[in-house]
């Protein structure tokens, strides 16, 4: 009996340690909640730097993945061009392709034959009568053409290297025609890829910056409601408050402002890739895979910008709280 008492108080007494935690918790979140808008334009300050951030960070992400998407696309669609001799047969032609498949940096190659390279000329000139008329008494050879189609539009080096060195290829193509890789064409392709990595390396440095400034402006928004509220802190000492009580407020303070950053960043940032589709489209980039990606994923999306908020938030309330109340 004594045992089974024992037990029933042991119970208890963790029923009531839980529950005190529990009101513990709540209380902080409600006085964090009521620090939140204690003084309206500090909150308004750093809730605006914090949109702005997460925008930023947003747009970084976005523009990163609709870059992705319209390289890949360019580069289906920019074909490295060999020409070889107009008499290659196709079984040579098949000869080579086997070769180059053989590459890592190659995705896919076509061949096409002369006479099959003057049929799809005559056929997108049909409409033109003296365009075909000169095509029939043309007496110059057409080439075959490889068309190859790499993994990275900004690297031609193991191609090129190829073209140079194979042996196969060596015999059969065209030394009147330079492949297309080369000179100006080669220049124009490289520079999508240049453009493309700037992009991303802007992205992720403003991103950066607006992250510190927002940390910075929270830090001080934090240390200015410790400031403000030192006798009631020094009381809360007084009475025995443990370290996590007087924290706890000013960190559920920071990730309030989190959250609302959050959902306004997401928010503004639906609308700007909506409002610029369009627009985006009609210079051929490739925005709509994106938004696609981002509305079908739009609950993760807004949890994973609620939780950089936060995590900006937290780590800048700690060390607010860290370094000004002395705990």
């Known amino acids: 009996m004594r045992a089974k008492r024992k037990l029933d108080s042991k119970a208890f007494a963790r029923q009531k340690q839980s529950r005190r935690k529990w009101l513990t918790f709540v209380r902080m979140c409600r006085y964090g909640i009521n620090n939140f808008s204690r003084n309206a334009w500090l909150t308004i300050a750093a809730t605006a730097v914090m949109t702005i951030t997460l925008l930023i960070i947003f747009t970084a992400v976005a523009a990163r993945s609709v870059l992705v998407e319209t390289v890949g696309q360019l580069r289906d669609k920019v074909d490295m061009s060999i020409y070889v001799k107009t008499e290659t047969t196709d079984d040579e032609a098949n000869a080579i392709i086997a070769e180059l498949q053989k590459l890592p940096s190659v995705r896919s190659v076509t061949y096409i034959s002369a006479a099959a390279g003057r049929e799809l000329i005559a056929q997108e000139n049909k409409n033109d009568v003296d365009y075909l008329e000169a095509l029939k008494e043309a007496t110059n050879k057409n080439p075959g053409v490889l068309r190859v189609i790499v993994e990275d539009i900004n690297d031609t080096s193991e191609l090129s290297t190829f073209v140079d060195t194979n042996a196969l290829l060596q015999k059969h ?46 830090f001080n928004t934090i240390r200015m409601a410790i400031f403000n509220r030192k006798e009631e802190i020094q009381m809360m000492k007084l009475i025995g408050a443990d370290q996590s009580f007087i924290r706890g407020p000013f960190v559920v303070e920071a990730i309030v402002y989190g959250f609302i950053a959050a959902v306004i960043a997401t928010a503004l940032g639906f609308a700007m890739l909506y409002a610029s589709s369009s627009t985006l489209a009609s210079y051929q980039i490739a925005v709509q895979p994106t938004i696609d990606f981002v509305t079908f994923y739009a609950g993760f999306v807004l949890l994973g910008m609620i939780l950089v908020g936060a995590f900006i938030g937290v780590v800048s309330s700690l060390l607010a709280t860290r370094r000004y109340l002395k705990l």
């Open 173 to 218: 193509i065209d030394t009147n025609r330079a492949p297309s890789f080369a000179g100006e064409r080669k220049a124009s392709i490289e520079s999508i890829g240049r453009a493309v990595g700037f992009a991303e390396r802007v992205g992720i440095v403003a991103s950066l910056i607006f992250v510190a400034i927002s940390s910075l402006i929270i």
